[in-house]
């Protein structure tokens, strides 16, 4: 019986600080960011209503794309905190699913990753079985 062994981090805690920096940074702007977005989504439109009727809904349809827009942010900041937490935990930089090396590439461009490049496609596919 083989059983699957748990391989160590290629990441040194000098090249893990500046993704904990970053990280840190990030959680710092997506909170002012959310707290901007929100106030502008819950802030009473001082419009009267349309002046012909092609405008009739718009600013409906504009609540709805920053409400959107929010739910992303917050999706991000969910991220980053997760990223934080296996720094914490000595996870920082391995692939959830399959637990080897996410490239460092990978991670400079998106230091929250929390898939390798393979396993990031087949999860946007919703081909991954994750918990």
Do not use: W
Not at 30 to 40: D, S, Y
Not at 102 to 130: K, T
Request: charged share 25%; proline share 5%; aromatic share 6%.
């Amino acid at each position: 019986m083989t059983q699957k062994s748990i391989p160590v981090a290629t990441l040194t805690k000098a090249q893990i600080k500046p993704f904990k920096k970053l990280l840190i940074q990030y959680l710092q702007h997506l909170g002012v960011k959310l707290e901007n977005m929100e106030e502008a989504v819950l802030r009473p439109d001082t419009d009267n209503g349309p002046e012909d009727g092609d405008d009739f809904g718009a600013g409906v349809g504009l609540r709805e794309f920053q409400l959107g827009l929010i739910e992303n942010e917050n999706e991000i900041l969910h991220e980053v905190r997760a990223a934080l937490k296996r720094i914490d935990g000595g996870a920082y930089g391995l692939c959830l699913h399959c637990n080897e090396p996410i490239p460092i590439g990978r991670l400079e461009a998106r230091p929250y990753a929390r898939f390798c490049l393979e396993h990031q496609l087949q999860y946007e596919l919703g081909q991954l079985d994750i918990d």
